[in-house]
């Protein structure tokens, strides 16, 4: 394979010391190819902008292309350099800082190949905004290089920080000035710096001037960072920003390499990893009080601490991990550049299946179907999909122990269900409530939330007329009278301002668009003691299934015995989870999942998330589409003791590739208040 490594930053003083640098060198080492510095302002009397970067290299690059099969971009934040228009080759464009909410060039990373991201906050942004390329790919070092030691608490408490400053101003964003002032205040506290060469002397004065030489070492040098590790018992990295620095900074993962656990500042994505695999502690602010009350907790639980460290760092962040990713990524590509069967033609607007789904519509007799589906107007072919009450074949949330495992996640009783404990804990003082239900199909779950609280009237809107219908007929007989059910666009009808004190949008705001609308209605209905209510499908905009969801989906598939892999639909035996097209998506239903990546960050925008509560299924959702009635009986029950450990199987896999990070979760119940107008 031949790839050409492009770096925006100058040539480092230290590259050996250069996070990045090194990440390249190794992947280069790997699969071979060279290494472009695209800035060109070492040696110009001016200093060029970043649109003029990769010019004077352009001929070049133009030459090299001929034996190019890829070029892949190495930048800290999300710029679209012109020079990369000019290129032949597939791009892999990849972030390697944090992504902070900027405005960015999104059609620009839509053209890419793809754009590899190292932690999930960015990955769920970059999606929110409608980016289905976006691939995560954790960083990796050579963890053979660093040693598990352990070093007694004492009188000292010795932190190594390996983030420094690139310009003055860092000195405050990334925490220096702050440690500092930590280390004047308490005396106990020793600070080992690494250091690149750039500000060095203004360092060394900082530190004279504070009278800290005796509790601060800086290392100006190429050092053997295992060996450094060996002397402190923890690693610290900060920021105000995280633009300004890597989303999993490479000191901090050489901490948890070598067993030593880490304090990390919250905006720095790493934070969310720390948090949930216990191997270190929160910096809130960045200030001296914080940062020493997370230095105190740290030294109070610091034996487990450094267990978790030593749990996580020799594996999760090993260099032959990152390399793995990668070449998932570059394999991506090249099919799709070389029109493989699993690439994508205009951004998977269509791929090779529909033309098998237009052959067996031809041989079946549906063609006439899916041609109606082609000049249909989009509010008809929606109402088309939603029209029928009957109830479906069952699928993954017809299985009992799907429904146990969703009410543990989210309750932490098997038996206690979303509905129960919202009700409880939430809704129960506003009684008798106002509320409203948004795309409420055949309101059986409008019928649950009443037989839970008092309401004084339940609004419930869908435009299917046949559920309203049925929906209808069914509170009727129950002698619900306070539920209204109508057949209306919820984007038509009358919103009263603060008059409701619930909104609910149970497995219905990924139909929905335009989606902020929606929610800004939705806010401004609100009472300020009102609650937004969602059970909700987050996950891929229109189905498109990241690459390591169908690498899972389909291995586990191939274990499950092929009785238990029968369709429902025309008995073949499933034996793969496709990406399906968009054009696919839009014929079979064109409100199906049109928004779903954006919901969180939408409703983050109007809303104040009081609790969250994420189920899964990111596995489980396509894996027993059409099989799930395979595991149960006549009665709807998990058919033996076979069905019940498969089942579990599932769960584990799942559950295990969720708590490590791996996969995301695709579902979550969002309890959230409106953010005052």
């Known amino acids: 394979m031949h790839i050409l490594y492009h770096l925006t930053v100058l040539p480092p003083k230290m590259p050996e010391c250069d996070a990045v640098v090194q990440e390249v060198e190794a992947l280069q080492h790997h699969f071979g190819g060279e290494i472009c510095y695209l800035n060109p302002n070492q040696r110009l009397p001016l200093h060029l902008p970043r649109v003029f970067f990769g010019i004077h290299k352009l001929e070049q690059m133009r030459c090299q292309e001929t034996s190019l099969q890829l070029h ?79 070093l007694s608490l004492g009188s000292e408490i010795r932190l190594m920080v390996g983030s ?14 702050a440690l500092l002032s930590a280390a004047q205040r308490f005396h106990r506290l020793r600070l080992v710096f690494l250091w690149r060469g750039v500000l060095a002397d203004e360092m060394e004065r900082r530190v004279s001037r504070m009278n800290l030489d005796d509790q601060v070492k800086i290392l100006n040098r190429k050092v053997d960072v295992n060996k450094v590790l060996t002397g402190v018992h923890a690693s610290v990295a900060l920021a105000t ?52 009350a997370a230095v105190e907790s740290l030294v109070d639980e610091y034996d487990s601490l450094q267990k978790a460290a030593r749990g996580v760092g020799q594996k999760e962040f090993a260099q032959q991990k990152m390399i793995a990713s990668y070449q998932r990524v570059y394999k991506r590509v090249l099919e799709q550049a070389t029109g493989g069967i699993e690439g994508k033609m205009f951004n998977n607007l269509i791929n090779w299946q529909d033309f ?138 009358d919103w009263p301002k603060s008059h409701y004190d619930v909104v609910f949008g149970d497995q219905s705001l990924h139909h929905f668009t335009p989606l902020e609308t929606l929610l800004l209605q939705a806010r401004r209905a609100l009472k300020p003691t009102g609650y937004l209510v969602v059970s909700e499908f987050i996950g891929p905009t229109r189905f498109q299934w990241t690459d390591r969801q169908l690498e899972v989906i389909n291995g586990v598939l191939t274990i499950l015995p092929h009785r238990y892999r029968q369709s ?18 839009m014929l079979n239903d064109p409100s199906e999942a049109v928004e779903s990546a954006r919901i969180v960050p939408l409703i983050e925008r109007h809303f104040e998330i009081v609790e969250r509560r994420d189920y899964g299924c990111t596995i489980l959702h396509m894996l027993f589409d059409e099989i799930a009635g395979n595991f149960l009986d006549d009665e709807g029950q998990e058919k033996d ?37």
């Open 72 to 150: 892949h971009v190495f930048n800290p934040d999300p710029f679209p350099f012109p020079i990369l228009r000019a290129l032949r080759r597939p791009i892999v464009y990849s972030l390697t800082g944090g992504v902070d909410k900027r405005k960015m060039n999104v059609p620009f990373f839509a053209s890419l190949a793809a754009v590899t991201v190292a932690d999930e906050r960015s990955l769920k942004y970059l999606g929110s905004l409608g980016l289905d390329n976006v691939i995560l790919v954790h960083p990796g070092i050579n963890t053979n290089r660093f040693t598990c030691s352990h």
């Open 164 to 177: 420094a400053p690139g310009s003055q101003a860092q000195f405050r964003t990334k925490g220096v000035d």
């Open 241 to 292: 920003n995280p633009a300004i620095i890597r989303p999993y900074p490479h000191s901090l993962i050489e901490s948890l390499a070598a067993g030593k656990p880490v304090i990390v500042s919250r905006c720095i994505p790493m934070a969310d990893y720390v948090e949930r695999t216990g191997c270190g502690k929160i910096v809130e602010n960045i200030d001296p009080t914080s940062i020493l």
């Open 356 to 493: 098998c789904f237009l052959a067996n519509s031809l041989r079946t007799g549906s063609i006439r179907r899916v041609l109606k589906r082609l000049i249909q107007r989009k509010e008809s072919a929606v109402k088309s999909s939603w029209k029928r009450v009957e109830l479906p074949p069952p699928y993954l949330w017809s299985i009992p122990s799907v429904q146990r495992r969703v009410n543990r996640l989210i309750t932490g009783d098997s038996d206690n269900d979303y509905i129960t404990y919202v009700s409880q804990t939430y809704l129960s003082p506003l009684q008798p409530l106002h509320g409203i239900s948004l795309g409420c199909g055949t309101g059986h779950k409008e019928l649950s939330w009443v037989n839970h609280c008092r309401y004084a009237r339940l609004d419930a809107y869908d435009v299917s007329a046949p559920r309203i219908e049925y929906a209808h007929a069914q509170a009727r007989t129950a002698g619900h009278e306070e539920i209204h059910y109508h057949v209306g666009d919820v984007y038509q009808i």
């Open 568 to 585: 429902w639909k025309d008995g073949r035996i499933k034996s793969q989870v496709y990406r399906p097209s968009r054009l696919r998506m």
């Open 641 to 677: 003791g076979e069905a019940r450990r498969l089942l579990n199987l599932c769960f584990q896999i799942e559950d295990t590739l969720l708590e490590l990070g791996d996969i995301q979760s695709d579902f979550a119940l969002l309890i959230c208040k409106p953010l005052t107008l």
